[in-house]
């Protein structure tokens, strides 16, 4: 699809009124002790919207390169499912950070099939929900990561990688961008050549995390109040 063309702009106007949305419907919940009501059904919309879009595509054209729920993105809609069902600090961490930053670079420099094609609205469907997830519990529930579950995340970023490395290298596919990087331009173009965009990669996002941590940790400092995820 055409980057910042109608079919772009569309769901990127979509994602902006969302996300006044969910910080004001944040807001109003933060005093409620277990997940509102609407935090569960936004949990039950992920997958029930999710997956049937992907069946669809593994039913009529399922490419073994590119089809398989290796990317990140798949693992992040499970997460902030799980994370908007339950408040728990680890799923909110990671759809916190990869919501915040990973998930946001596919939405500003897609790689899918244009509209109308059912890819189309699957990856839209997924970016737009975990984005607006991840800004529902950080900046509207204020459920804020602490220094431990960065931690976790970045190892469990770094698991996955090595796992989808695995596999790229066995099916000669590219989940997550591990092998070359896509066709259409994106942010991976600014880092290098393989392999040394995927170094910067990770020292980059591994400094943007921090600096996320540290800042929402300051800001909770500053305002004098803050929510810990629950943890059963």
Not at 59 to 69: A, M, R, S
Not at 107 to 114: I, N, R, Y
């Amino acid at each position: 699809m055409e980057a910042f063309g109608v079919t772009h702009l569309v769901p990127l106007s979509l994602l902006a009124a969302g996300i006044v949305a969910v910080i004001r419907l944040g807001r109003g919940q933060r005093d409620e002790e277990n997940p509102s009501r609407f935090s569960r059904g936004f949990a039950l919309a992920i997958p029930l919207t999710t997956i049937p879009l992907q069946g669809h595509e593994w039913v009529t054209d399922f490419d073994l390169f590119i089809d398989l729920p290796l990317q990140l993105c798949d693992l992040a809609w499970v997460a902030a499912a799980i994370a908007l069902w339950t408040h728990h600090p680890y799923p909110t961490a990671l759809t916190c950070f990869w919501g915040l930053t990973l998930t946001t670079q596919g939405v500003f420099t897609p790689d899918v099939m244009d509209f109308p094609d059912v890819s189309y609205f699957t990856f839209w469907g997924m970016h737009l929900m975990v984005v607006l997830a991840a800004v529902y519990l950080v900046f509207g529930m204020k459920l804020l990561p602490t220094w431990r579950a960065y931690g976790w995340t970045v190892a469990t970023t770094a698991a996955w990688a090595v796992i989808a490395y695995v596999f790229d290298l066995a099916l000669d596919a590219n989940y997550g961008y591990l092998r070359y990087k896509p066709k259409f331009g994106s942010m991976l173009d600014l880092l290098g050549p393989w392999p040394f965009y995927i170094l910067s990669e990770i020292a980059l996002i591994s400094s943007v995390w921090a600096l996320i941590t540290l800042g929402l940790r300051l800001w909770a400092r500053q305002e004098g109040s803050t929510r810990t995820p629950v943890r059963s």
